[in-house]
């Protein structure tokens, strides 16, 4: 090497060398160049104990534990409007290096329902996927008569609309899924909501709703103590922490559904600041916790981020507005049960 450098002195080199050299991990120089300089708010689209709010604040103790960020997390839950109100907040504030948004599926569902907003989740920077989230069926446990999904049809079916479902927001997951539900198996079920998953699953817990579609981690504080029971879940096989519990492909229905768990920045985020957060989620993904929570929650799916997680949204958005279509349609012509479902 000092014979080399030698040679690149004698021709008067040795300086385009070293800015060669300097520059050469030029993309990681910029990223360690950029930290956040004040608390990193974190805001969540819906209320207090469900899925998303658990999962960043898991997420933030995570960070604490490791020492990940020079910084605090602050956890911020902004749930109204299904969503509305923190997608305008992070539209408000655009180029703001220290808001992050998590999100559920109503970042796909609120903008297409709501187009006066004015959002555009292609604007929005994509930091990263922590994983999708699945959703069961759920009823109390005192109703005994009700063991499976025929059992759940035959006893909403009687109690018409009086039969209340429990959700979070208007037009988004819970209510699409209610939707599907009511106009798949005939039933008129009333559609009840509320600003977190955390409240919904009180409700059912405390009998003032007859059920849910909670995703998993939102009936933990309710299921082992035998409160609350799952009846089917929208997934493509069986939970490994709910294996008794069959899937609608079991019973006849072809349908799936998930919720994404995502990391997002606010639209106009410098890139020295996504890089940051994208190496800091891709870290936070990788650690034991993170594994054993989502093992312990029913998550799944890989680490995304940047162009690929930018590709998994706008393909989802795609998916969700064609599922709207088709469910407003089968609410005008309700469907036999069969392999009809949307995935």
């Known amino acids: 090497m000092r014979h080399l450098c030698r040679r690149f002195l004698q021709a008067g080199l040795l300086p385009a060398l070293a800015s060669m050299l300097a520059g050469a991990d030029t993309p990681a120089r910029a990223q360690a160049q950029w ?13 207090k104990g469900g899925g998303a709010d658990l999962i960043v604040r898991n997420m933030a103790e995570i960070i604490v534990k490791h020492k990940l960020t020079p910084v605090p997390i602050s956890p911020v839950n902004i749930a109204g409007g299904s969503g509305a109100d923190a ?96 106009s798949t198996y005939g039933l008129n079920m009333s559609y009840k909501a509320f600003e ?19 995703n998993p981690s939102e009936q933990n504080k309710f299921f082992p103590k035998g409160m609350t029971k799952p009846i089917a879940a929208f997934t493509p096989q069986r939970l490994e922490m709910h294996l008794r519990i069959p899937t609608f ?5 072809d349908f799936t559904y998930f919720m994404q768990r995502s ?36 998550l799944r799916g890989d680490f995304l981020a940047g162009p690929q997680l930018m590709s998994y949204w706008l393909k989802e958005r795609e998916k969700h507005e064609r599922w709207d279509m088709a469910v407003q349609a089968m609410k005008r012509v309700p469907v036999k049960r069969g392999n009809q479902g949307i995935r």
Do not use: C
């Open 35 to 47: 930290q956040p300089s004040k608390p990193i708010e974190f805001v969540i689209m819906a209320g």
């Open 87 to 182: 997608l305008v907040h992070l539209k408000k504030r655009a180029g703001d290096d220290h808001l992050l948004l998590f999100t559920l599926n109503s970042f796909y569902t609120t903008p297409l329902k709501r187009p006066d907003l004015g959002i555009d989740i292609a604007s929005f920077a994509p930091i990263g996927r922590m994983a999708e989230d699945a959703f069961l069926l759920w009823v109390h446990s005192d109703r005994t008569d009700i063991k499976t999904l025929d059992d759940f049809v035959k006893a909403a079916r009687a109690k018409g609309d009086k039969w209340i479902m429990a959700g979070t927001g208007v037009g988004q997951e819970d209510s699409m899924l209610t939707d599907f539900l009511n």
């Open 263 to 298: 990391v997002v920045g606010a639209p106009g985020m410098s890139p020295p600041a996504q890089a940051y957060y994208m190496n800091l989620f891709k870290r936070v993904f990788a650690t034991p916790e993170w594994q054993d929570y989502m093992r312990k929650n029913s």
């Open 196 to 214: 977190g998953g955390g409240e919904v699953a009180k409700e059912l817990a405390e009998k003032r709703a007859d059920s849910t579609v909670n």
């Open 249 to 253: 492909r079991e019973t006849g229905m």
